[in-house]
């Protein structure tokens, strides 16, 4: 017999199984619902029933969802919120929790000196955010949103916020052509077929000559931050993004190595799940981050902008 929604214990089963696919654990789970063990373990068992399907299963000392229980987890997991939201809407609640990744560059640089602003505006935002050293699998465990310049994959929508802009920067201690060349270029790039390719790209569309410019081996590293923290501390010349540097120069920490702002080639975006789009909190988000992009965008001061 097909299960329906007249049916209680399916509600109920539902309830609970989401509770232990969410939190991993049927102990944690009969906490947060405020049951025994023994009382959640029997209502999965039911579900099971109701169902057809196996859900759940052993694994080690722990549980694992099987290939139907992850799918229908997923499932749960985006209706859950949904019904949520419209309660909230009913009861004239207006409070969300949202939870937002982003990566050690864009996060501390770009994000936080706007989040005053942000919080003001919007006080019935819970924000969480969560930093991350590399891109993330897209998945709701991630967080409820990713700001990242990775492509998009499918089943996710995004807002495009800005096109990622290099700039050259240096100690401000180097003051001469002299001095500068012969400090080394610091790049990002490391693997063997695109070793330094950054500043190859870089030194093109600007029209300059990369072998003039290069002195000795490349200056290696993995992030943005710790190229500009190298060429903080006098070590070379480092790319990165201009919204990286310019708290930086404006501090005199750094200073501008010529006056061009060169496309990277990849535009950092706002990525969620297609199906929670209409998400308010995301909404909200998004809506906001959008208004704070003119203001930015024609921040480029006396820099040359090189696009494509």
């Known amino acids: 017999m097909k299960p329906t929604r007249n049916d209680p214990r399916l509600l109920r089963g539902l309830h609970y199984f989401e509770a232990v696919a969410r939190l991993g654990s049927v102990g944690a789970a009969a906490k947060e619902i405020g049951v025994s063990s023994s009382a959640v373990s029997h209502q999965l068992r039911e579900l099971t029933e109701i169902v057809g399907e196996q859900l759940i299963e052993k694994a080690g ?3 694992a969802l099987t290939v139907a229980g992850a799918t229908l987890s997923r499932k749960l997991q985006s209706t859950f919120t949904e019904l949520d939201r419209m309660v909230a809407e009913v009861v ?13 560059c864009f996060g501390p640089n770009w994000l936080v000196p706007r989040l005053p602003r ?3 505006r919007h006080p019935e935002v819970d924000l969480e955010i969560r930093l991350y050293h590399q891109d993330p699998e897209l998945t709701h465990s991630a967080a409820d949103a990713i700001i990242t310049a990775e492509p998009v994959k ?4 995004s807002i495009v916020l800005f096109e990622e802009m290099m700039v050259a ?5 180097l003051q001469s052509q002299a001095a500068i060349r012969s400090y080394r270029l ?8 695109i070793l330094g390719r950054d500043w190859q790209d870089f030194c093109a569309k600007a029209g300059r000559d990369i072998d003039a410019l290069k002195t000795g081996e490349w200056l290696r590293c993995s992030h943005y931050i710790l190229a500009l923290e190298m060429a903080k501390a006098g070590l070379g010349l480092a790319l990165v993004p201009d919204f990286l540097a310019a708290r930086h120069v404006g501090k005199g920490e750094l200073a501008y190595f010529d006056n061009n702002r060169v496309s990277a080639r990849r535009s950092y975006r ?4 297609s199906k929670r789009a209409t998400d308010e909190a995301i909404r909200v988000f998004g ?6 992009l003119p203001e930015f965008l024609a921040s480029s001061g006396n820099l040359t902008v090189i696009k494509g």
């Not at 706002?270 to 799940?273: A, M, R, S, T, V």
């Not at 809506?287 to 704070?292: N, P, S, T």
């Open 61 to 63: 000392r722990g549980i």
């Open 92 to 104: 004239g609640e207006t409070h969300f929790v949202f939870s937002l990744a982003v990566c050690t």
């Open 118 to 120: 942000f919080m003001a």
């Open 154 to 157: 499918p089943g996710y929508d």
């Open 169 to 173: 920067v240096r100690a401000p201690a």
């Open 186 to 193: 610091i790049t990002t790039d490391l693997n063997a077929d």
């Open 270 to 273: 706002l990525c969620y799940k």
């Open 287 to 292: 809506r906001w981050i959008k208004a704070e």
